[in-house]
C-alpha cells in the first residue's frame, strides 16, 4: 500500500520565516501509521521549530499539515486531541508529587474519575515511575523527570507521540529504559516522530530518518540505505609534529581515499575502507618518520552520512535555532 494512503502525518511545504528570513524551508514529509520515524540533525536545524508546528503550538508562515487525513489549520482541536507531544523542556508543575501532576493534566485532556486513575497508573507503569507516584518532582533525577514528562505526553493515548530531544542530559540507564517504553509503544501501534541529534539514538529506535540541516530535508531513508549510499568511514589523524611538504597529496593519493582535508597537523580522511586506508597510511608515513599523536576510525553510519552531506558533524552546531536549545 502505497504511504501516502496510509499517512499518520502528512507535512506539505511547511516553512517558517523570522523577520523575513526563513528558519523552516519548505519542508514535505509522510511519516506512515505505526512507523518509528527520526527527525535527525544538529541543534539550530530546525527540528524544535518544525515540531511547535506540527503540535499547534506555533502557526507557520506557510503549508499544510495534516494527521490521520485531518488538517491542523482547519480543526486544531481534533488534531491536537490525535497527538501527544513531549517537549525538550519540563512541562510539569515541580512542587507537585507526580500522580498529581498527571491527574491535572489528565483532567485538561477530558479524563475523569475511574478512567483517569486507571490512565494514571498505566503510564507511571509504561514509564518505571510506580515507585515514585507519591514522591515531589523537585527530588526527581534529571532521567525522571524526562520520563515524567513522557508518561504526560501518554496520558489521552494518542495516535502520534512526537517527542523532541528527550533523552537530553540522561544518564546511560535512563536513556535505555526510555528507549525500551518507546520501542514498545511503537509495536503497540503508536505512531511516533522522535527528534534528536544523537545518531545512535536514530539507528537503534527508527525505521526510517530525515536528515535535516539549516531548516531544510536533506534526504529521507532507511538508516541502512542512507548508510549504503552516502556513508564514508573517516579516518582522523593528529600528527605530534608537523610533517614535510606533500604529506597531503600523498595521502589524499592512498588507494580509496576519497578526500583529505586538515590542517595545523590534523587531518580527516574520507574513504570507503577505513581500516585498509590505516594500514596504507601508516606503511606511508613510517617511511617518511612521522609520528602520531592520535589516530582514529570513525567506520561508516548515520554520523558520517550527515558529514558527507553538510560537511559537519550532527553536534557541531551553527549557532541556536531562535527556539531551539
Sequence with gaps: MPLANRAAMSIEDLGKDYNGSPAVRGIDLEVGRGEFFGLLGPNGAGKTTTMAMLTGLMEPT???????????SSKPLEVKAMIGFVPQEFAFYPTLHAVDNLRFFGRLYGLRRARLNERIREVLHAVGLEDRARQTVATFSNGMMRRLNIAIGLLHEPRVLILDEPTVGMDAHSRNAVYETLARLNREGVTILYSTHHMEEAQRLCGRVA??????ILTVDTPEALVRRHGRGLVR???????GDGLHQEMAALEGVEEAAGRDGIWTLTTREPEKTVRLLMARTES???RFRSLSILEPNLESVFLR??????????????REA
Design 62 to 72: 506557510r503549508g499544510r499539515i495534516r494527521v490521520e487525513g485531518v488538517s491542523l
Design 211 to 216: 536528515i535535516m540541516d539549516q531548516g531544510r
Design 237 to 243: 589523524i593528529e600528527l605530534k609534529e608537523p610533517a
Design 288 to 290: 617518511r618518520g612521522v
Design 309 to 322: 552531506l553538510t560537511g559537519r558533524g550532527l553536534r557541531d552546531s551553527p549557532g541556536p535555532e531562535r
